[in-house]
């Protein structure tokens, strides 16, 4: 069952709502019993204490009331109305005593019979049957008071006096039951407020628990939440950081249903279909160049078969004495030997940012331009590529003893390069089944030839014209001869490679100078001139193979010499 983020955050908060309310509903309640017994003891104890501490009190009063009619009785002084309203103030004093003990009573009475109170019953009973005490001996105070009263007006002072006795005894035994009353109301007073602060500290503890523990149920309910939408986001991140640095071979857990759940099987499934393009990124990679793969892969698109027109440098190189090499060899260690060999030479172009188009037994066909390197560049890497491969052949040479086996009797190795830049037509082209991304047209054409008929000037690395001018300013050339190809009628300017611009040995630079003198003379058809020029090229290379070759033109022009219309251009008929 799938349970959203939403629907987890809001269980969360209402949670947290819950338990808030509850701890308010709590508290609250609390709070209201302590309202309760707080207005318990002010409605109830309170007042019955006042009013038994003001009988007590009124009791006093009607004591001395009666305590000065009797000593004006005695003085007879004969003021009627001072006797009067004394004895008014003894019966005024005296309804009132009874009224406070009525009251106490009262109060007493509903605190009993109340069933929410808190007070204690049994101590409440006790003191009203001591307050009914009470207000009996007060009767008794009055009726002996009466009796005293009355012998006072019939001038029976002695019975007077006697009555009188009778009173105070009356009197100090109602005050004593009346004092260990009101200590006993004061008491259940203090008892009383004694218990609300105690509910009512006891309240506050309860409120305090139940909020922290609402607070700390929060907190992990909040906790458990939120690890269950971190940890999974955390390990996305941490996939995504894997990723990033190449590694698909992960895969996150998928540990809710939620969003953060669908993210990560969206997540795996992503790293699965990365996994699978760079399984075929690696697998194709090892048939074509990657940078193909990947533009493939990325962009379907150029699937189509079509094609574009692009200006593009062109490159084939071959092994030249690999047949020689390979007779009497096992396929396997002719295999072994050769892929070596490849191997070493495709290091320099893929450094050069060159594209292997294929490979041709021992040969290889590459080229340079946009998107894979920018146009002005693609010339002088093409010589920079062909440069370093004839620079890695020596140590390929090295290995032959070790890798075939023959210590001795290994023929020469060497290698032929071909370079021309031109237009070209770039695409797919196959079928619907298989599709090659290729380059087509004359220039690519002309580079083959190029490799080829290195063979018969004895050289290692010619290029075309083009090649020659766009890569100037970082590589030195000499100009080797026009060639007219088959099928073309314009003459095309070879030139060879003599290597980086800056670095060219002294002798190599003394022959490319009369090598040029003697061109410009074999083309005037001044056939000593250049011979002479050739023979001081050869003084400074000996094995120079132009040199070697035009020495070669020169005697056979000199001897039959060429018709007028010849323009000293070499006519390639093989292709």
């Known amino acids: 069952m799938k349970i959203s983020v939403g629907i987890k955050i809001a269980a969360v908060v209402l949670v947290l709502v ?63 109305t001072l006797t009067l309203k004394l004895k008014q103030g003894i019966a005024e004093k005296s309804r009132e ?33 001591e307050l009914d005490f009470l207000q009996r001996r007060h009767g008794e105070y009055e009726a002996a008071l ?27 035994k109602f005050n004593t039951e009346a ?41 992990i309910a909040g906790a458990l939440i939120t690890v269950g939408l971190v940890r999974p986001l955390r390990r996305l991140l941490e996939g995504t950081a894997l990723i990033a640095q190449g590694r698909l ?42 940078r193909i793969v ?3 892969i990325d962009r379907p698109d150029r699937l189509e078969a079509t094609g574009e027109r692009r200006e593009m440098t062109i490159m084939f190189s071959d092994m030249r004495g690999f047949t020689s090499l390979s007779e009497g060899m096992t396929p396997a260690g002719m295999m072994r030997i050769l892929n070596r060999y490849l191997a070493l030479m495709s290091a320099p172009v893929r450094h050069n940012h060159g594209v292997i188009d294929k490979y041709i037994g021992d040969g290889i066909m590459v080229f340079w ?29 090295a290995e032959l003893p070790e890798v075939t086996g023959f210590r001795r009797g290994l023929p020469p190795i060497d290698m032929r390069i071909g370079v021309a830049t031109g237009e070209v037509v770039v695409g797919n082209i196959g079928s619907d089944v298989s599709m090659s991304y290729t380059v087509m047209g004359d220039s690519v054409n002309f580079a083959s030839r190029l490799e080829g008929v290195s063979k018969a000037y004895g050289t290692r690395f010619l290029v075309n014209a083009r090649t020659a001018t766009m890569a100037s300013d970082a590589i030195e050339f000499r100009e080797v001869d026009q060639l007219r190809v088959e099928g073309k009628q314009d003459p095309e300017h070879i030139f060879e490679v003599l290597g980086r611009r800056g670095e060219i040995p002294a002798p190599v630079s003394e022959m490319a100078k009369h ?11 001044a056939w000593q001139a250049a011979a002479a020029a050739f023979a001081a090229a050869l003084q400074a290379v000996p094995d120079d193979g132009p040199s070697l070759e035009f020495m070669r033109r020169v005697a056979r022009l000199e001897a039959d010499p060429p018709p007028a219309e010849w323009d000293g251009v070499w006519n390639l008929r093989e292709k």
């Open 18 to 80: 819950g338990l808030v309310g509850t701890v308010a509903w709590i508290n609250a309640r609390s709070a209201h019993h302590v309202e309760s017994l707080i207005e318990n003891v002010q409605t109830t104890y309170v007042p019955a204490y006042g009013a038994l501490a003001r009988a007590n009190v009124r009791l006093l009063e009607e004591g001395l009331f009666a305590r000065r009619w009797l000593y004006a009785k005695a003085q007879a002084t004969g003021d009627e």
């Open 249 to 290: 071979d992960i895969e996150v857990p998928v540990t809710s249903r939620d969003e953060v759940g669908e993210l990560t099987v969206g997540f795996n499934a992503m790293v699965r279909d990365l996994r699978s393009k760079e399984r075929i990124r690696e697998t194709f990679g090892r048939y074509m160049d990657p």
């Open 179 to 219: 004092d260990a009353a009101r200590r006993a109301m004061l008491s259940l007073l203090d008892g009383a407020g004694g218990q609300a602060v105690q509910k009512q500290d006891v309240s506050v503890k309860i409120g305090l628990l139940l909020l922290a523990l609402a607070l700390a149920l929060g907190a």
């Open 146 to 172: 009466a009796a005293v009263m009355s012998s006072a007006d019939q001038g029976d002072t002695a019975d007077a006096t006697r009555r009188l006795d009778e009173l105070d005894r009356i009197r100090d």
């Open 369 to 397: 331009g946009p998107p894979f390197s920018q146009p002005e560049d693609q010339a002088r890497l093409a010589c920079l590529a062909g440069l370093e491969q004839l620079a890695a052949l020596p140590g390929f040479r």
């Open 294 to 296: 990947e533009g493939l």
């Open 515 to 525: 090598y040029a003198e003697g061109l410009a003379a074999y083309r005037q058809r």
């Open 97 to 129: 005593a009874d009224s406070e003990l009525k009251d106490a009573r009262i109060f007493i009475q509903e605190e009993i019979a109340d069933p929410t109170s808190f007070g204690d019953k049994l101590e409440l009973a006790r003191l009203n049957t």
